[in-house]
């Protein structure tokens, strides 16, 4: 299993979404397969951009759009702060995605798209719910110094 979730885990990195839908219909457990930082098909999906694989990857399984790995990062989390719009717009169009969710260090969604100034994912955050820009980090900073010190 560990043999083919790197070969997975290579095909996401060369874009290879149609090998790698192929390769998890062929063996749908390693949708579910973490490696040893607690990420999963999901999480590479979402940094990598490749919103086909991801939704392909949680069709069956909702409850993945919201797995954490072992620092509390979840998909949103991820693709904010990569940088990965169409991601975050069809992560946010599923009802069981928390806009607030943070990680361990208490950081949410909107923390990492404004410290990466991602300013149309912090839109798109904000939009989907407003109350996210009250959530402080456990180093007691707000997510929007980042986003003010450049300008934004």
């Given at each position: 299993?560990?043999?083919?979730?790197?070969?997975?885990?290579?095909?996401?990195?060369?874009?290879?979404?149609?090998?790698?839908k192929r390769l998890?219909?062929?063996v749908p457990a390693l949708t579910h397969f973490k490696d040893d930082s607690?990420?999963?098909t999901v999480h590479?999906?979402?940094?990598?951009?490749?919103?086909?694989l991801l939704q392909f990857s949680i069709i069956?399984?909702?409850?993945?759009?919201?797995?954490?790995?072992?620092?509390?990062?979840?998909?949103?989390?991820?693709?904010?702060?990569a940088g990965r719009?169409?991601?975050?717009?069809?992560?946010?169009?599923?009802?069981?995605?928390?806009?607030?969710?943070?990680?361990s260090n208490k950081?949410?969604?909107l923390h990492y798209a404004c410290s990466k100034n991602h300013i149309e994912i912090v839109k798109l955050l904000i939009e989907a719910d407003p109350g996210c820009v009250n959530i402080t980090d456990k180093f007691w900073s707000d997510r929007f110094t980042s986003c003010g010190q450049s300008g934004q």
């Open positions: 299993m560990v043999e083919m979730a790197h070969e997975l885990a290579e095909l996401l990195r060369e874009r290879k979404e149609d090998e790698a998890l219909t062929r607690g990420r999963s590479f999906a979402a940094v990598g951009g490749s919103l086909p069956d399984n909702p409850e993945l759009a919201n797995e954490e790995d072992e620092l509390g990062w979840t998909p949103l989390i991820i693709a904010s702060s719009v169409e991601v975050v717009r069809f992560l946010l169009t599923l009802p069981h995605v928390n806009v607030n969710q943070t990680n950081q949410s969604a």
